[in-house]
């Protein structure tokens, strides 16, 4: 069996300069893209597990097995019951979110001390007088 490593320490430093005030936008969403992130899976299709928060969808990613255990134990988990996740680069994760029929996101340690949101790309809808405001 292999094992893969979560890789995620460099997108943790990012989101703690983000905090502190002087994170990089660019650097930051660079750091998430490059990061592997533990995600859920649920149902018995084992479809990636998604929440539905303010008309957008949010993908759920993590940072650690102990983020995606925080979670987990805020939702009520069941001791005898098998929680699966899979591994991706969080450019898989932005890409898989694009896809999607509905605005969607990535919500990252979404019940951690530094949660961390990449919003869904929306288009602007054109204005009827020809100006943007």
Not at 24 to 36: N, Q, R, T, Y
Not at 48 to 62: D, M, P
Request: charged share 20%.
């Amino acid at each position: 069996m292999t094992v893969i490593e979560v890789e995620s320490a460099r997108l943790r430093a990012e989101i703690a300069a983000f905090y502190a005030g002087f994170g990089v936008p660019g650097e930051l969403a660079a750091a998430f893209e490059a990061s592997a992130l533990l995600v859920p899976l649920a149902g018995p299709e084992d479809r990636v597990f998604t929440l539905e928060s303010g008309g957008a969808g949010w993908l759920c990613a993590f940072t650690s097995i102990n983020e995606y255990a925080h979670f987990m134990a805020a939702r009520g988990v069941v001791a005898d019951q098998t929680y699966r996740f899979h591994t991706f680069l969080g450019k898989r994760l932005r890409e898989f979110a694009a896809a999607q029929p509905e605005p969607t996101g990535v919500a990252v340690d979404m019940l951690g001390a530094a949660p961390m949101a990449f919003p869904p790309e929306l288009d602007e809808a054109p204005s009827t007088d020809g100006v943007r405001g």
